[in-house]
């Protein structure tokens, strides 16, 4: 199952890719960003388009990566503690059945 999960999220990751490429190839005209301080040089809108998709994708998995790793911790935790409290069951005594 995790061959097929990763074989599915690699044909993903390529449809992605492709599909970017198509979309830079077909907008060519070259423009230049004033970033207040900084001045680019000329690139194509298919470029710059995919770059603040990449940025901003980066920044949102950057922005929620705490979040998951503090939930990732307390899961650990909690785990550790519920099988510290747990009973072997050879010493589990089965209870009759009550109303039978």
């Keep these: 199952m995790a061959i097929l999960k990763f074989l599915f999220c690699l044909f993903l990751v390529l449809v992605i890719i492709v599909a970017g490429l198509l979309f830079s ?3 060519q005209p070259l423009i230049d960003v ?12 298919g470029f ?3 770059a603040s ?3 901003g994708f980066i920044l949102g998995m950057t922005a929620f990566f705490p979040k998951r790793l503090f939930q990732n911790i307390k899961i650990h935790q909690l785990s550790k503690k519920i099988s510290e409290k747990k009973i072997p069951l050879a010493r589990v ?3 009759p059945n009550k109303g039978n």
């Design 48 to 50: 710059w388009l995919l």
């Design 53 to 55: 998709l990449i940025i």
């Design 34 to 45: 004033d970033l207040l301080f900084f001045q680019t040089s000329s690139f194509s809108i």
């Design 25 to 27: 190839f077909r907008n």
């Design 93 to 95: 005594k089965p209870e």
